[in-house]
């Protein structure tokens, strides 16, 4: 079975500062690891996919196969990155349409 | 385009009844996934439809079950509602085709059902 964890439910910080959203996973094979965001009173969308290697709003994540884990992470924290962070794991490497497993989620607050 | 819209908005059932959602896929999209939101979780997969068949199912009872029609289109059913089942349902929809790879998938904005 897999499973996505988010140890932080919040994470406050300012504007200007780096900021780690954590994402640890358990799947058996090779999953493929998405970080879903949402920001007040919008849809969940996609933020960043580990195959694609993309630096999205100035995010990155790298696949840690190792720690099993799929960090975010950005160097300057903005107040517009304010939002409801979801990471999600797919078993398939067939792309996001797959059955994906979310975790809880991190609420994220950048002050100015 | 409007992109994955899913209706109603907003719905409020008694505990035994039976409720109908419904989700309209983003243009040039061919499968519909569901899934269910409870307060302060994350997005639970409930199940997806492609080719008007389900291809995959999540741990739900038999009591949830969907429908996609020749459209792409999809509903979602759930019979003898219990107070658990209040939750926000999302639908995703994404193109798979007939390869193995699909595009992203997109999300509605969701249904909130409350059950009393």
């Known amino acids: 079975a897999q499973r996505v964890t988010q140890p932080e439910k919040l994470l406050s910080v300012f504007k200007g500062a780096p900021v780690e959203l954590k994402c640890n996973y358990s799947y058996s094979g090779s999953p493929e690891l998405f970080w879903y965001v949402q920001y007040s009173r919008q849809r969940l969308q996609l933020l960043l996919r580990h195959i694609s290697r993309e630096s999205i709003k100035g995010f990155t994540a790298d696949l840690n196969k190792g720690e099993t884990s799929f960090h975010l992470k950005k160097p300057f924290a903005q107040e517009e990155d304010s939002a409801m962070y979801y990471c999600?794991?797919?078993?398939?490497?067939?792309?996001?349409?797959?059955?994906?497993?979310f975790g809880k989620g991190t609420l994220l607050t950048v002050n100015p | 385009d409007a992109g994955v819209t899913q209706s109603p908005t907003h719905l409020i059932k008694t505990r035994g009844q039976q409720v109908t959602l419904r989700c309209s896929p983003k243009s040039g999209h061919d499968t519909v996934s569901w899934y269910q939101q409870a307060l302060g979780q994350g997005p639970q997969f409930i199940f997806q439809?492609?080719?008007?068949?389900?291809?995959q199912r999540g741990n739900f009872p038999d009591r949830f079950s969907g429908h996609q029609f020749p459209n792409y289109s999809s509903e979602l059913n759930v019979n003898a509602l219990l107070l658990g089942d209040s939750a926000l349902y999302l639908c995703?929809?994404?193109?798979?085709?007939?390869?193995?790879?699909?595009?992203?998938?997109?999300f509605g904005q969701g249904t909130r059902l409350t059950v009393v």
């Open positions: 995703a929809s994404a193109w798979r085709g007939r390869g193995r790879f699909s595009t992203e998938a997109f």
């Open positions: 439809y492609y080719e008007e068949e389900e291809r």
């Open positions: 999600a794991l797919s078993p398939n490497s067939g792309g996001s349409n797959y059955k994906l497993t």
